[in-house]
Structures are given as C-alpha cells and as structure tokens.
C-alpha cells in the first residue's frame, strides 16, 4: 500500500460503498471484489514460497512429449509461474485490475491456468491450509484499509523511509519481507471505540 497507493484508494472506495463507518465482515465478501483482488495479487506478486515445495513423481510421466522419470523431483517455481507473461501484463507490478473485469467484478481464470492462487501449489498435494490463509488475509486486509492510512516511516534523520520491494528475509522454503518503517494513522477519530463495540456485539 505504501509503493502502489492507488490500490489503496479503490479497495477504500468500495468499502466506502458498501461498509460505510462500520468494519467490514465476512458477510461482505461477495461485495468487496477489490478486496479479493488484492489478496490474489498480492500472492501473486509474491508467493510466500516462491520456489515451489519439492515433489517427486511416483511413475514415469510423459508431459508435452517430455518424459519425467519415476523418482524425479519436480519442483513447481510459483515465482516464474506467477509471471507468466501469456497470463499477466504486469507481472513484475502490483496490480490488481490483473484480476477484475471491466466492470469491477473479478474475471474468470483463462483457461488451463489455475491463475487464482497459484502460491498454494496444485494438484492432490495443493497447501492444505489455502482456505484459512485466504480468509485471514482477506478480513486483515479489508480491515487494515477501512481503519488505516500507511504512511511512509522516517528514519533517524527524519528522511522518509520508501520499502524496497525486492528486500527479502529468507527462511528456508519460504521467504518474508524485511522489516520496514511505516506509519498506520487512524481514519476515524474515534476507531478504538468502534472496534470494543464491535467486540461487545460479538460477545452478546
């Protein structure tokens, strides 16, 4: 949000739209389609494990008259995958429309791709957490633009501090971004009352 800002105030308009004041819920997934995008997108653009999971073929396998032999190790580079220029025009950008048709709504996958979240893997072995990790970073993500502006951080000299977006901190099969600064401001004066009221709501 701080390098592609404009995703931001799309995202916002539509929660505007259909949240208004209130935090958004599960109940409007099916009417926040920005939201979805960015999630897609962001997994996209950078797989958590952009080298793939090691897989081994347990028969020999004749793909596009290739012969992948019994006992291979095959592994599936999300990274590249995920920039398949045949299916992304942007593939080294964030961005979002990448999922969404020419009226807001998100676009069917072309065919043969799979394209929605290739981060996951595919096949019988596809990540057996995918639907919980969809679902957590589509609340958090609606959540954090309804209630936040992200403001670029400072550093010691007061000098503001833009993340590099290539700046990976490497932990085995999957990688994270570097710490970076940045500054979450409040859009509503009074949000830490509208969060313990939704928490009371929930709690009744």
């Given amino acids: 949000m701080l390098l592609y800002p404009d995703t931001a105030s799309a995202a916002r308009a539509q929660l505007a739209s259909v949240v208004g004041d209130r935090p958004p819920n599960f109940s409007d997934f099916e009417n ?7 999630v897609k997108e962001l997994l ?40 398949d220029p ?19 709504n998100l676009r069917l996958s072309p065919p043969h791709t799979h394209d929605d979240y290739l981060a996951f893997g595919h096949g019988r072995r596809i990540c057996v957490g ?32 833009v993340p590099d977006p290539m700046a990976f901190s490497d932990h085995g099969a999957t990688v994270w971004p570097k710490p970076f600064r940045t500054k979450l401001v409040p859009r509503f004066p009074d949000l830490a009352d509208r969060l313990k009221q939704r928490s009371r709501s929930r709690l009744d």
């Fill in 32 to 38: 926040l389609p920005q939201i979805e995008a960015l």
């Fill in 44 to 83: 996209r653009w950078r797989p958590p494990t952009p080298g793939g999971v090691p897989h081994m073929a347990t028969e020999d396998i004749v793909y596009d008259e290739r012969l992948i032999p019994n006992g291979a190790i095959i592994l599936g580079l999300a990274w590249s995958i995920c920039r």
């Fill in 86 to 104: 045949s299916v992304y025009s942007s593939g080294d950008n964030f961005d979002p429309t990448q999922f969404l048709d020419e009226h807001g």
């Fill in 130 to 161: 995918k639907n919980l990790a969809i679902s957590t970073l589509w609340i958090t993500i609606a959540n954090l633009l309804w209630a936040f502006d992200f403001k670029a951080g400072v550093d010691e000299y007061g000098h503001e501090f």
